[in-house]
């Protein structure tokens, strides 16, 4: 029995991202064509490949099989594929790039755009997500993540600044009101701004300085998770609620033009910068190989 590719890729897409709108939405098609072509796959098949309710659509035990079987397969097939692009006098396809919020407004910016002057034929498609994942699960060509420590089929490029310092500042008039920090521990007295992992965890603020390191976990009245509204955060701490702690490339606007002061500088830690990574047990695919070959020779900023 013969099968149409699309309705199997269409298949995989809604059951990776457990839903049809989703689906439509990470694959810009619409959520009736995905529909459709399930219903006309479990109609050739015979067999029910999803449990749907008006709040999920997860896979039964038969659509867990099929796509146990069919990810790596049509794997192969876009591999197969990608070999024509070989021929073409450019590059040419779609690059989807799994990275946290962070890389997205620090690290892609400088390097989109030159990118893209030297590969228009490759679209680029950005997701944003904090925790790690499996980027090949995801639907994804590679992912960027700030440790080197991934598992063992996977390869870790460097991308971006190779060294990064996490800054710690307030408004100048909270700290005339409140005094400004002479030792880290000062700030368990303090108000701080947090920030909260999508996992739910809030990361403990790091000093270090002369080989003393400090681990503290400060509280205030704000609380904020990660993705844009992370810039509520820094709008809060520039009104005066307290003291923050972030990128130093995310808040430098904001200390360049005193709207923030620093607070402990000779303390704040630095850390290793960004690695971009992908899977080793695989054909890349052209328009990673050309993003891979750009950012080896690109200048890092």
Not at 249 to 261: C, F, I, N
Not at 276 to 284: E, N, T, W
Request: glycine letters at 8%; a negative charge.
């Amino acid at each position: 029995m013969q099968h149409d590719l699309g309705d199997l890729n269409a298949f995989v897409a809604v059951a990776r991202a457990r839903g049809f709108r989703e689906a439509a939405k990470a694959g810009n098609v619409s959520a009736s064509s995905l529909s459709e072509a399930v219903r006309r796959l479990e109609g050739q098949l015979g067999v029910r490949l999803f449990n749907r309710t008006t709040r999920s659509v997860v896979p039964t035990e038969a659509g867990e099989r099929l796509l146990a079987r069919l990810e790596p397969a049509l794997r192969e097939v876009d591999a197969a594929l990608d070999v024509v692009n070989g021929f073409r006098d450019r590059v040419a396809g779609t690059l989807r790039l799994n990275v946290p919020v962070s890389a997205a407004r620090l690290v892609l910016p400088s390097i989109l755009p030159a990118f893209h002057a030297g590969y228009p034929d490759i679209r680029v498609e950005v997701m944003g997500e904090d925790s790690f994942v499996d980027v090949l699960a995801a639907g994804c060509d590679a992912g960027i993540r700030y440790d080197d420590r991934l598992e063992q089929d996977m390869i870790a490029v460097p991308i971006g600044p190779r060294r990064q310092r996490f800054a710690t500042a307030a408004s100048p008039a909270y700290l005339d009101a409140h005094g400004r920090p002479e030792h880290p521990r000062d700030l368990m007295t303090h108000s701080c701004v947090r920030g909260r992992f999508a996992s739910g965890a809030m990361p403990l603020w790091e000093f270090e300085r002369d080989g003393e390191a400090i681990r503290l976990d400060p509280t205030g009245p704000l609380v904020v998770g990660p993705g844009g509204i992370m810039d509520l955060a820094i709008d809060a701490a520039i009104a005066g609620v307290g003291v923050f702690q972030l990128f130093e490339q995310w808040l430098r606007p904001h200390l360049d033009s005193g709207a923030l002061e620093p607070v402990l500088e000779s303390w704040w830690p630095s850390f290793s910068g960004p690695f971009l990574y992908y899977p080793g047990r695989r054909l890349v695919p052209a328009p990673l190989r050309a993003f891979l070959d750009f950012i080896r020779t690109a200048p890092i900023t």
